[in-house]
Nanobody, 117 residues
Framework: QVQLVESGGGLVQPGGSLRLSCSAS??????????MGWYRQAPGKQRELVAL???????NYADDVKGRFTISKDNAKNTVFLQMDSLKPDDTAVYYC?????????WGQGTQVTVSS
């Protein structure tokens, strides 16, 4: 079993920034095909991909966050970061960390991000 510990959510005004972080209890980036990243779920909507990064460094972003969000990782700390800039009210959601290993995937407990004036 893998535990994911998330931090960094909160309330921010439109145009503001937040940084999310998520640490895994087991080494993940030693394999290039493993990934860590973030999904989000707004009220009444399905969970959707925000951004992923692989052990090899490849990244994948949802179209509506490209140019505003940046995902990065710390291999030694098994940690992924999501820098969110130019936040919009539509970014309001619960953000879930996800870790995919060859053996399976794991989810964090979720952290609320609210963008409102």
């Amino acid at each position: 079993q893998v535990q994911l510990v998330e931090s960094g959510g909160g309330l921010v005004q439109p145009g503001g920034s937040l940084r999310l972080s998520c640490s895994a209890s087991r080494s993940i980036f030693s394999f290039s095909t493993n990934t860590m990243g973030w999904y989000r779920q707004a009220p009444g909507k399905q969970r959707e991909l925000v951004a992923l990064i692989s052990g090899g460094g490849s990244t994948n972003y949802a179209d509506d966050v490209k140019g505003r969000f940046t995902i990065s990782k710390d291999n030694a700390k098994n940690t992924v970061f999501l820098q969110m800039d130019s936040l919009k009210p539509d970014d309001t959601a619960v953000y879930y960390c996800n870790a995919k290993y060859y053996s399976g995937q794991y989810w964090g407990q979720g952290t609320q991000v609210t963008v409102s004036s």
